[in-house]
């Protein structure tokens, strides 16, 4: 499957730990992108790499996210002391140099106890 | 907060029947694009309208970009229970230097057998 991964599909934790979330985007995409869904919402942006690069963070995401892409090919979305309000659905998505579109992984679903 | 307005939130209707979903903005966008989502699954793209006024088909899928690329229309003709899920509208905007692409909350669609 040459699509975008995201490990795990599903994380149930409680409130106070930490998580984080893995995406192996599509190998020549250069861009790639998190947001977060909450049911009944079109997904939020977090944050945007290219390459290895952090060139945009969202305000959403508070002290307590941070994001990494260290050689540029897969990255991870740390969350810290969770919160039930952090409950959510974690999407990436990649996209090549030519074209805007994005390609989604299906998504990392994180429920806060 | 969506910046794109997306109407209606919810469409049930039955099979056979025709529909139009839309997608607004008070902003111009450089790019739009149309996702389909189903639950527990990232958003997977339908099609990337560009320039204003452009039509895209897609089956019993017709794309409209306004004139002015600030809004866009998607029809569906004969609808099928395969059609049942979130649809999302997400653009690029042109004021914006950044390269986060912002979703609507989408419309969900149930298409009754």
């Known amino acids: 499957d040459t699509g975008v991964s995201q490990d795990p599909r599903h994380k149930i934790t409680k409130r106070g730990q930490n998580v984080t979330f893995r995406c192996d985007p599509i190998s020549e995409h250069n861009r790639l992108y998190w947001y977060r869904q909450t049911l009944g919402q079109g997904p939020e942006f977090l944050t945007y790499f290219q390459n290895e690069a952090q060139l945009e963070k969202s305000r959403l995401l508070s002290d307590r996210f941070s994001a990494e892409r260290p050689k540029g090919s897969f990255s991870t979305l740390e969350i810290q002391r969770t919160e039930q309000g952090d409950s959510a659905m974690y999407l990436c998505?990649?996209?090549?140099?030519?074209?805007?579109?994005?390609?989604f992984g299906e998504g990392s679903r994180l429920t806060v106890l | 907060t969506q910046l794109l307005e997306q109407s209606p939130q919810f469409l049930s209707i039955q099979e056979g029947e025709n529909l139009t979903v839309y997608c607004n903005s008070s902003?111009?966008?450089?790019?739009l694009q149309w996702y389909r989502q189903e639950p527990g699954e990232g958003p997977v793209l339908l099609v990337t309208?560009?320039?204003?006024?452009e039509v895209k088909k897609l089956k019993r899928l017709t794309f409209q970009f306004g004139d002015a690329r600030k809004d866009s229309s998607l029809h569906i003709t004969a609808a099928q229970p395969g059609d049942t899920g979130l649809y999302l509208c997400a653009g690029a905007y042109v004021e914006v230097e950044d390269n986060d692409m912002r979703f609507g909350a989408g419309t969900r669609l149930t298409v009754k057998p």
């Open positions: 309208v560009v320039t204003g006024g």
């Open positions: 902003s111009v966008f450089s790019s």
């Open positions: 998505a990649s996209a090549g140099v030519r074209t805007g579109e994005l390609f």
